[in-house]
């Protein structure tokens, strides 16, 4: 690719020339570095067996067909042989994990049906996203790029013994590559593609001194145009712009001490998401959410006029320490610092009507400190030891401007009286404003009613502006063990407990940024039963210049106000497993599982309603399971299998409440299901792999009787086939085609069901969702990967890839804050890209 070329491609970003040339430029800087390397390095031997990966999710190092419970683990050679790089891309091959981007900034981790996906900062998480052993599961702070790892490992069903209180249903342990203290190596990758996508990758790992001391530096950046054209004008919606950076220093003062210190620096800068009106036809354009959208930029005043898009930055600092005091113990201390910072910018209403714009600014930081005692001596005890602790504080600011006009005419119920319209023009709104009021207040001004009515809608704001922000501070302290006795070799029985005490603080406050909602008073005294307070109200509107009452319109004011409580819980797990022979064994396991208590404060929504206060008992899981792992045809075929049952209580979910997304409790749940994964080499050229998960994941009483979880397929399945040729001193070419499908999915735990789609206002029972439509039914995404390598020549690679090659229509969410004001609105899903890149390693 010429220079020319690959300069307009790097124009068309907002990430600079200077920072993808600092990512290749690591590459080449280490390739020269690597010339020096000893010799004797090799290939790949030839041998046909599969390799059985090493993992460390009981915290010591086993082999992934020894671990007794449900793990999928890849290695670095498959993350990049599949082109991983991002969580939704691990998901689609791990059994039992689904991960929803709607935006870096709001990503749901699904676990066997369970989400996490919550930005409040009173919540707790179900599932545990680590780096390196360090909790990073805010959700606003989790989502980083996947690159330069040593490997990955997902944990399913509840593991907050080992992984501690966020860990309800499971964990992904993220584990990046350490420097290496004996050998100087280098790699670097560039790809180009469609939709104006380039990523850049570079590495570089420097011995500073003989084999004990080394730097590995390793960064990438990565782009793509968004694939939503928005007719205001602006960037195209559904853009990524992504900068990541690492430092790693790694110290051996000695052969039984090691030191890791990991620095990470990540930065978005992403055009908007594309929330689509599935109610609202835009001018000159289609309702179809695969079509065009025309969505307001920004607004005057509004965040200080940021456009609709993502900021978010997250700082993390890891010190890891490894101390083998005898040959039997050995000591471990994990350090960790987490700081994110995000601000995105919507368009709710997903339309050019400029009813609402929407800001979430949220923030984060942590410490956590770990020590952990594991003992082994290869005899029939072995087990760990340790306590950890944990502060965190952080904060959500949701913001939202209202053009009052508009909001008049859609809370009268008469904006909206088909599943379809077209868009409203403010002359329209107001209109319809009138009408209603005229109707409303007949009765108390007769024949002034029209004139009253049209001095009301005329008085009311285009821009009124107001926020709430909640709180949220912890201390954690988790005391833990685990011990595993082996009475004869083939068996091996474990019991582990961790208990957790909580110190928690909640706050929220509700502000008006500029006065009183004028509409809110007006709502206030058409919802008054007092004749009197009526009248003081409305004539208060009418005079210029007299003082209001302060009422907000979705948002009342609150002054701020905190609650604080502690708590504390036991988790624990008993799991047996029996080696029948060397290449198959069989486990079963029960784990009860605890997300911790949640303290909820909520200002006012709808004018009228006051502070909300509640403690939500902890979320509790019951869980057992049964599964198998096995090695057949001498190696060449790996079977890893399990089914399970969980019982939930108290099952916190979230739904709409007056413009407000609060959480609540749902009541009893039960999810049963099955994992499969397989992975056979009938050849030395050919390997097949492949997974199926099925879950059952449903509410069991309550308003959610039967409902399916959101986002939790019932099926999921993913293939691939990964076949290789040599063409002599061509080099070695390889064709990687994988497909993953998934069945019906929900975007609401309601599942979108009549009975449950309530009017927004009781005044107005006509106002509220007409139509059956937030779902996605199931569908297929078919990718491809081929690849020339010329192992002799550095090695160098050149690979043409496509992920959804045959440009599957899907959406990645419906409902969304649109839907709280009975107008949903959907993302669509990512469309074909299809690219190139040259890689080398040093």
């Known amino acids: 690719m010429s220079v020319s070329v690959l300069s307009r491609w790097v124009s068309r970003s907002s990430v600079s020339g200077g920072a993808l040339a600092l990512v290749l430029g690591m590459g080449w800087t280490g390739a020269a570095a690597a010339q020096d390397r000893p010799a004797g390095a090799s290939e790949a031997d030839g041998v046909t067996t599969l390799a059985d990966i090493v993992v460390t999710a009981q915290k010591r190092a086993q082999r992934l067909s020894e671990v007794p419970m449900a793990v999928t683990a890849y290695g670095s050679d498959f993350l990049e042989k599949v082109g991983i790089t991002k969580f939704d891309e691990l998901a689609a091959f791990t059994p039992g994990l689904t991960v929803q981007e709607q935006s870096a900034n709001n990503a749901g981790f699904v676990v066997r049906g369970v989400t996490t996906d919550s930005g409040s900062a009173q919540d707790e998480p179900r599932v545990a996203i680590f780096y390196d052993g360090v909790s990073a599961s805010r959700n606003r702070g989790a989502y980083m790029e996947l690159f330069d790892l040593d490997r990955v490992e997902v944990v399913k069903g509840p593991q907050a013994t080992l992984f501690g209180r966020a860990a309800l249903i499971g964990g992904i342990n993220v584990i990046q590559h350490k420097a290496d203290v004996g050998q100087a190596s280098a790699a670097a990758e560039l790809g180009v593609g469609s939709d104006g996508y380039y990523r850049a990758y570079g590495m570089a790992n420097l011995p500073l001194a003989t084999d004990k001391l080394a730097l590995r530096l390793a960064a990438t950046v990565r782009h793509r145009d968004g694939w939503v054209e928005n007719l205001e004008g602006g960037d195209p919606l559904q853009g990524a712009k992504a900068q990541a ?16 210190l990991i620095v990470n620096h990540h930065h978005d800068d992403n055009s908007g998401t594309a929330f ?20 307001n930029r920004s607004a005057a005043g509004f965040e200080g006029g940021a456009e609709t898009g993502l900021n978010r930055t997250v700082n993390t600092a890891t010190l890891l320490g490894d101390w083998r005091l005898t040959p039997a113990w050995t000591l471990s201390s994990i350090s960790g610092w987490r700081k994110f910072d995000s601000l995105e910018t919507n368009d709710p209403d997903g339309s050019s009507m400029p009813f609402i714009q929407g800001a979430e600014d949220a923030r984060g930081e942590q410490w956590s400190q770990e020590l952990r005692l594991r003992f082994d001596d290869a005899g029939p005890l072995s087990g760990f030891a340790g306590v950890s602790y944990l502060h965190e504080k952080g904060s959500q600011r949701l913001s939202a401007m209202y053009d009052e006009r508009y909001a008049l005419a859609l809370l009268s119920g008469l904006l909206i009286t088909t599943p379809t319209r077209s868009t409203p023009s403010l002359a329209e709104a107001q209109a319809i404003g009138t009408g209603f009021l005229t109707a409303a207040l007949s009765p108390a001004f007769g024949a002034a009613t029209s004139t009253v009515a049209t001095s009301l809608v005329s008085s009311l704001k285009p821009n009124h502006y107001e926020q709430s922000i909640n709180y949220g501070e912890t201390d954690s302290l988790d005391v833990y063990g685990d011990l595993t006795w082996k009475p004869v070799k083939a068996l091996e029985l474990t019991a582990g407990v961790r208990w957790t005490k909580d110190d928690k603080t909640s706050a929220v406050q509700g502000d008006l940024l500029n006065g009183t909602s004028r509409l809110g008073v007006l709502i206030g005294a058409l919802g008054s039963t007092s004749p009197a307070t009526q009248r003081a109200l409305l004539t208060a509107l009418l005079t210029p210049g007299a003082p209001l009452p302060a009422f907000g319109l979705f948002t009342q004011p609150q002054a701020l106000i905190s609650k604080s409580g502690s708590f504390d819980g036991r988790t624990y797990r008993l799991v047996g497993r029996y080696q029948f022979t060397p290449n198959v064994s069989v486990w079963a396991s029960f784990a009860h599982g605890r997300r911790p208590d949640v303290i909820s404060l909520t200002p006012g929504s709808l004018p009228g309603t006051s502070l909300t206060a509640k403690t939500l008992p902890a979320e509790e899981v019951d869980s057992f399971e049964v599964g198998t792992s096995a090695a057949f045809l001498n190696g060449r075929l790996r079977l890893n299998g399990s089914i399970y049952d969980y019982d939930y209580a108290n099952f916190q979910t979230q739904k709409f409440d007056g413009g407000k997304l609060v959480t609540i409790n749902a009541g009893k749940a039960k999810s049963p299901g099955a994992e499969l994964q397989a992975t056979w080499r009938p050849s030395e050229a050919l390997e097949l792999f492949g997974t199926y998960a099925y879950s059952h994941a449903r509410f069991s009483g309550g308003a959610y009787d039967g409902d399916q979880f959101r986002l939790a397929p019932d099926h999921s399945v993913s293939l691939g086939a990964a076949y290789s040729r040599s063409l002599g001193a061509l080099g070695v070419l390889s064709v990687l085609p994988t497909y993953t499908w998934r069945s019906k999915v929900f975007f609401d735990d309601a599942n979108d069901r009549r009975d449950l789609q309530l ?84």
């Open 759 to 842: 009017p927004l206002l009781p005044t107005a029972p006509g106002l509220r969702d007409r139509v059956v439509d937030e779902y996605q039914d199931a569908y297929g995404l078919l990718n491809l990967r081929v690849r020339l390598e010329r192992p002799a020549a550095g090695p160098w690679a050149v690979e043409v890839f496509a992920t959804n090659l045959l440009n599957k229509k899907y959406l990645l969410d419906a409902g969304n804050t649109g839907d709280s004001f009975t107008f949903p609105t959907f993302v669509r899903g990512a469309p074909r890209l299809v690219g190139v890149s040259l890689s080398g390693k040093f």
């Open 245 to 260: 950076y690492r430092g790693v220093l790694t110290f051996r003062p000695a052969e039984a001490v090691r030191f890791d």
């Open 276 to 295: 689509k009106s599935g109610t609202f036809v835009p001018a000159g354009g289609e309702i179809s959410p695969y079509a065009p959208a025309r969505l």
